[in-house]
């Protein structure tokens, strides 16, 4: 059972990051106050992973949901992610997904509102308190081919301290102020999408977050986090038809807060 979900814990395929759980189910709502404007903008998440094991093979299907809401648009992500981990032996393991993603408006919706994405990522494994990983990230944006390598580690420091994560996209450090009862830590995100809007044009959204985070769980499996932080490098970017090149829009590095609820299976004990 403890290698069935050491495997599972590679499923963090959206976020790319390596961490000492997994959410089974997960809902998060975000908001923050745009700079130019003052005007809300807020981000909807929610992700359900069924993981099938059989044998040394493990089918890592889910479905994720985001909603971005910012100036009147709403912006829709929508992904069914296929993933498959292989125990390869020698303290190596293998995984693959396939992510094919509706990114729109969800007005007018045709084949251009569709993305395909896919990863590799390879885990060796040191000792039981240390592992590293790398591999590569591949999703057919709007605004064009986008590729990027992934390298990351997962380190238990000790009883209480962990750090981990998969470069560029997420680094965790958490610290078990009361374990299995109040934990807290510091994060690391990088998010680069694109959503399809009207024909042959696009909506671009690049941030990068540093957040601090408090994880209550309120009974074993099932945790509320808050966690709050501030934007870093943020960018919305607009392609419209006929142009060839993209025009920014009114971006800031502002705080913002997130709630979350989770069904969450730890993997350390």
Same mark, same amino acid.
């Given at each position: ?6 495997? *599972? #814990?590679c499923?963090?395929? /959206?976020? #790319?990051?390596a ?19 003052g005007? #809300?903008t807020?981000?909807?998440?929610g992700r359900l ?9 493990v089918?890592?299907? #889910? ?6 809401e ?5 912006l ?27 990114s729109?408006?969800?007005?007018d919706v045709t084949?251009d509102?569709? /993305?395909?994405?896919?990863a590799v ?5 040191k ?5 590293f ?5 591949y ?5 064009g081919f986008?590729? *990027?390598?992934l390298?990351g580690?997962?380190?238990k420091?000790?009883d209480?301290?962990?750090?981990g ?14 374990p299995g009862?109040?934990h807290a ?8 999408n694109s959503?399809?809007t009207?024909?042959d ?12 985070f408090l994880?209550a769980?309120l009974?074993?499996n099932?945790v ?18 006929g ?20 069904y969450?299976?730890r993997?350390?004990?």
């Open positions: 059972m403890k290698k069935f979900l050491l495997a *599972i #814990a499923l963090v395929v /959206q976020t #790319a990051a961490q000492p759980f997994i959410d089974i189910a997960r809902a998060s709502f975000q908001q923050w106050a745009e700079e130019s404007s005007d #809300a807020s981000r909807l998440f992973a069924i993981p099938i094991e059989k044998g040394m093979h089918m890592l299907p #889910a479905v994720t949901f985001e909603r971005y910012t100036g009147g648009e709403r829709y992500g929508i992904a069914m992610p296929l993933g498959y981990i292989h125990d390869a032996g020698g303290n190596w393991k293998a995984g693959g997904w396939i992510i094919p993603r509706l729109s408006n969800l007005e084949g509102h569709y /993305q395909l994405g896919a990522l390879m885990t060796r494994t000792s039981e308190d240390f592992s990983k790398f591999g590569a990230y999703n057919s944006e709007f605004f986008y590729m *990027i390598p390298a580690l997962e380190w420091i000790n209480r301290w962990y750090l994560g998969i470069l560029p996209r997420k680094l965790l450090v958490e610290y078990k102020l009361k009862r109040l830590g510091a994060l690391f995100e990088s998010v680069k959503f399809r009207i024909p044009s696009y909506i671009k959204i690049l941030d990068n977050q540093l957040r601090l994880d769980y009974l074993k099932v509320l986090s808050i966690d709050a932080g501030q934007s870093l490098f943020r960018e919305y970017k607009v392609r419209l038809p142009e060839e090149r993209e025009f920014e829009l009114d971006a800031g590095d502002n705080p913002s807060i997130r709630v979350t609820l989770a969450r299976v993997l350390d004990g």
